[in-house]
């Protein structure tokens, strides 16, 4: 199976900062078939990026994803107050496998 | 719209099973594989399966063999999900989700079991 690590575990930031999450894969997979997803409390996780780098309808252009093989990055260029949440990156080219998580907290 | 709705939170005893439910709307149902998820408290997502809403024909995690099963009716475009000898460990949040080629785009709001002597 493909393990999927995210890090840092928690990045404590401030409105206004850019956010750079880190998603490495444990052998390399498709750009095609890497996404992230982003999810409040509380909440169903929702579809942030796909194919690496393609927004998905109705995101926000400060966030953007980077990437290819076994190192991914989502960068959120202007932290919103409405940021600030868990981010996880997915992988569904050989099977389907999460990340374990980025907290993006307010410091 | 396209939405997925699940049913509501369960409460189970040690070594009982569950089945949650997920009614889909605003799309061709047999037209999407629908996947189930799931978020224990404090943890990260886990993927559990899959389901040819079409065929029926399923996959899941290796870690839910013998454990989970999916099944769905095409009458009522709607998806189940029954996991059996519940543990303590299986106390999480339960997901289903559409899938395209772009990932997870449509998921249900998500059911609470919680498994409780």
């Known amino acids: 199976d493909i393990v999927l690590t995210q890090s840092p575990g928690t990045l404590s930031l401030s409105p206004g900062e850019r956010a750079t999450l880190s998603c490495r894969a444990s052998?390399?997979?498709?750009?095609?078939?890497l996404a992230w997803y982003q999810q409040k409390p509380g909440q169903a996780p929702r579809l942030l990026i796909y194919?690496?780098?393609i927004r998905a309808t109705g995101i926000p252009d400060r966030f953007s994803g980077s990437g290819s093989g076994t190192d991914f990055t989502l960068t959120i260029s202007r932290l919103e107050p409405e940021d600030f949440a868990v981010y996880s990156c997915q992988q569904y080219g050989y099977s389907y496998t999460f990340g374990q998580g980025t907290k993006l907290e307010i410091k | 719209q396209v939405q997925l709705v699940q049913s509501g939170a369960e409460v189970k005893k040690p070594g009982a099973s569950v089945r949650v439910s997920c009614k889909a709307s605003g799309y061709t149902f047999t037209s999407y594989y629908l996947h189930w998820v799931r978020q224990a408290p404090g943890q990260g997502l886990e993927w559990m399966g899959i389901i040819n809403s079409s065929g029926g024909y399923t996959t899941y995690a290796q870690q839910f063999q013998g454990k989970v099963t999916m099944t769905r009716d095409t009458s009522t475009s709607t998806v189940y999900m029954e996991l059996s000898s519940l543990r303590s460990e299986d106390t999480a949040v339960y997901y289903c989700?559409?899938?395209?080629?772009?990932?997870?785009?449509?998921w249900g709001q998500g059911t609470m079991v919680t498994v409780s002597s």
């Open positions: 052998q390399s997979i498709s750009s095609s078939y």
């Open positions: 989700a559409r899938e395209t080629s772009n990932g997870f785009d449509v």
């Open positions: 194919g690496a780098s």
